[in-house]
């Protein structure tokens, strides 16, 4: 049974999803969950960080699916690597947004309203344990890791909004090769290397079928 927070939850991301952010308002989402305006503040504190919370949840949701059907499908308990596993997760995050208007729509209402809540709490820590994993050549005393998680996560909603209004001349396939390349180029990883990781999570899409689905869900 879903408690009172994870019902507004719910409501909201539904209705962020089909109404779009600037169309969706803390007394429907009120009305809705039955329940009165304030606590939703009590909450969430306001509609932009509530609407950062449904993206902070959606994303963990589906990484979760994509990180076990990975495992069960591609590395078959093998031991994973990191680095085609995030691209993987890349590519079919930049997906959710590219191939389904309502995500893009939501998206950048969402930014031109508070463009700050636009940034995932944990974003950071998805390059720390990339810099675990393979010792980043990247400058720790000056927080680069935290500048690298900004730059990634701007420049993929810049080129992402850019790229639905036609401002590139280029095909779906490879606007999606970029956007994998931007996050690797950030930590400096060898330009063949990237070439491989690339090719290999093309590849691991091929051989491993997700579906983009209503409501955020890649599945």
Do not use: W
Not at 99 to 107: E, G, L, P
Not at 179 to 191: G, K
């Amino acid at each position: 049974m879903k408690n009172q927070k994870e019902n507004i939850l719910f409501a909201a991301t539904k209705l962020f999803y089909e109404q779009g952010y600037k169309n969706t308002y803390l007394d429907q989402i009120a009305d809705v969950c039955e329940i009165t305006k304030p606590l939703i503040s009590y909450h969430f504190k306001s509609k932009s960080n509530l609407a950062r919370e449904v993206i902070e949840n959606y994303i963990v949701e589906n990484k979760n699916r994509v990180a076990l059907k990975l495992y069960t499908e591609y590395f078959k308990g093998k031991k994973s690597d990191l680095q085609i596993s995030t691209a993987v997760e890349v590519r079919l995050f930049d997906m959710l947004h590219l191939c389904d208007s309502n995500v893009m729509r939501f998206a950048k209402e969402q930014a031109d309203e508070k463009y700050e809540d636009t940034f995932s709490k944990d974003s950071v820590r998805l390059y720390q344990i990339h810099d675990r994993r393979y010792h980043l050549n990247i400058n720790r005393k000056a927080d680069e890791i935290s500048m690298i998680a900004r730059a990634a996560m701007a420049s993929s909603l810049s080129i992402k909004l850019a790229y639905v209004k036609g401002e590139f001349d280029c095909t779906l396939e490879e606007c999606l090769d970029y956007l994998t390349r931007v996050h690797f180029l950030l930590m400096h990883i060898d330009n063949d290397r990237i070439d491989d990781i690339v090719q290999e999570s093309k590849d691991v899409l091929n051989q491993i079928k997700f579906e983009i689905k209503p409501y955020f869900r890649i599945i």
